[in-house]
């Protein structure tokens, strides 16, 4: 693990494959967090926790200095947050990332955690020289409009963009952020 910014209590560090190896048990609890709040994070449910587990070990595989990125966030040396910066395959669109798996755990949510994860990975987007960062989640709920609070621009919605864990398909909300 590469520190990244201390706040609060809160330490954020960059998250190396062999650090997600290690962590990946509780890496897979944030996404069982995220499942039980009605949030998919790109897997369809019902998410057992080994399958939440493989998830992060592929994650693990995925990334690189350049083009994906997954910073953690440590609250007392635990692993309780997470966001991964992935930049665009596109030649034309190398200046522009997407931010995935953004999820704080549970129990520690509305504590800054989050708020601390993307000014880091917006920090960390710059240095990458990145110039816009972009994402999606599901529409009209808490996960939504934390991004309007933190500075991101809403671009609007697409309809049955996503299917929540219970099944049912919802409209995503679209943001973006210039640096």
């Not at 290690?22 to 897979?28: N, P």
């Amino acid at each position: 693990m590469t520190p990244s910014r201390r706040g609060g209590v809160t330490t954020i560090v960059e998250l190396h494959a062999a650090d997600v190896e290690a962590a990946a048990g509780e890496l897979a609890q944030l996404l069982l967090d995220a499942h039980a709040s009605g949030m998919a994070l790109g897997l369809p449910g019902p998410l057992l926790r080994e399958r939440a587990v493989e998830e992060w070990l592929a994650t693990a595989r995925l990334l690189h200095p350049r083009d994906r990125i997954m910073l953690g966030a440590l609250v007392d040396d635990r692993l309780v947050g997470t966001v991964q910066i992935v930049r665009a395959s596109a030649a034309n669109g190398r200046h522009r990332a997407e931010i995935v798996r953004f999820a704080i755990r549970g129990d520690l949510r509305g504590r800054g955690i989050g708020r601390e994860l993307l000014e880091a990975a917006a920090d960390r987007a710059r240095e990458l020289e990145l110039s816009l960062l972009w994402l999606s989640t599901h529409a009209d709920t808490s996960s939504d409009r934390i991004y309007e609070r933190l500075g991101w621009r809403r671009v609007g919605v697409i309809p049955r963009y996503a299917a929540r864990p219970d099944g049912e398909l919802v409209g995503n909300a679209f943001y973006y952020l210039e640096l």
